[in-house]
Nanobody, 124 residues
Framework: QAQLVESGGGSVQAGASLRLTCTSSGRTISNYGMGWFRQGPGKEREFVVAISRRGSASYFAESVRGRFSISKGNAKNTVDLQMNNLKPEDTAVYYC?????????????????WGQGTQVTVSS
């Protein structure tokens, strides 16, 4: 079972960058496909990106494609979300999630374990 902890959130100006890290304890992260979701104020939680077990495949939501990137450090048991050119609409609590499925997950119910979330606030 994975226990996930997110870090790296904060408050920045539009156009800035942030790097979020998800650290897993328990089973090694190479056993899981990973994903990031976010929930903005007054909004439902939405998919951001998913990465495969080996880190060789990923899929991004259209709203972040070209600005966000993801990397999976199986040796460090971490997954990083690099967010560039941040916009006010990126303001949200960002959640890390892990799935035991072999396919790339995009829906919440495809993920088995969740972190507590980290706040990202982007001001204009």
């Amino acid at each position: 079972q994975a226990q996930l902890v997110e870090s790296g959130g904060g408050s920045v100006q539009a156009g800035a960058s942030l790097r979020l890290t998800c650290t897993s304890s328990g089973r090694t992260i190479s056993n899981y496909g990973m994903g990031w979701f976010r929930q903005g104020p007054g909004k439902e939680r939405e998919f951001v990106v998913a990465i495969s077990r080996r880190g060789s495949a990923s899929y991004f939501a259209e709203s972040v494609r070209g600005r966000f990137s993801i990397s999976k450090g199986n040796a460090k048991n971490t997954v990083d979300l690099q967010m560039n050119n941040l916009k006010p609409e990126d303001t949200a609590v960002y959640y890390c999630a892990a799935t035991e499925r072999f396919s790339l997950g995009r829906r919440e119910n495809e993920f088995d374990y969740w972190g507590q979330g980290t706040q990202v606030t982007v001001s204009s």
